[in-house]
């Protein structure tokens, strides 16, 4: 478990650390809360609370689109995950690990 955490840390350091993840996890979404907010063109019957939940949903799947699947691809690109591979950690840590970052930023 003590793997898991260390991984986690280093996986939440990762993503606060790309802007790129930063974008999609707090600009974006708010982006869209600040937009739809403001402008008239939600269908009758659709409240701020709604919206707020589909942003809400939004912001945890691209943070989930980004940790899971972009970051990933990057740690593959640079053989990253080869090493992980090496260590006692295994992949279903790993998955934990990404996941648990994603459940601490949101």
């Known amino acids: 478990m003590k793997l898991t955490f260390v991984?986690?840390?280093?996986?939440?350091?990762?993503?606060?650390r790309n802007y790129e993840?930063?974008?999609?996890?707090?600009?974006?979404?708010?982006?869209?809360?600040v937009f739809f907010g403001n402008v008239d063109v939600l269908p009758q019957g659709v409240d701020l609370a709604q919206l707020l939940?589909?942003?809400?949903a939004l912001a945890?799947?691209?943070t989930a689109?980004?940790?899971?699947?972009?970051?990933?691809?990057f740690e593959r690109s640079y053989h990253v995950l080869k090493r992980l591979g090496a260590?006692?950690?295994?992949?279903?840590?790993?998955v934990v690990a990404k996941a648990g970052s994603v459940a601490v930023v949101e």
């Open 21 to 33: 993840q930063l974008l999609l996890v707090l600009v974006i979404p708010l982006g869209v809360l």
């Open 7 to 16: 991984q986690m840390r280093m996986e939440l350091s990762t993503l606060l």
């Open 65 to 73: 689109m980004v940790s899971l699947g972009i970051s990933t691809g």
């Open 60 to 62: 945890v799947m691209s």
């Open 53 to 56: 939940a589909s942003v809400v």
């Open 87 to 94: 260590t006692p950690l295994g992949r279903d840590r790993l």
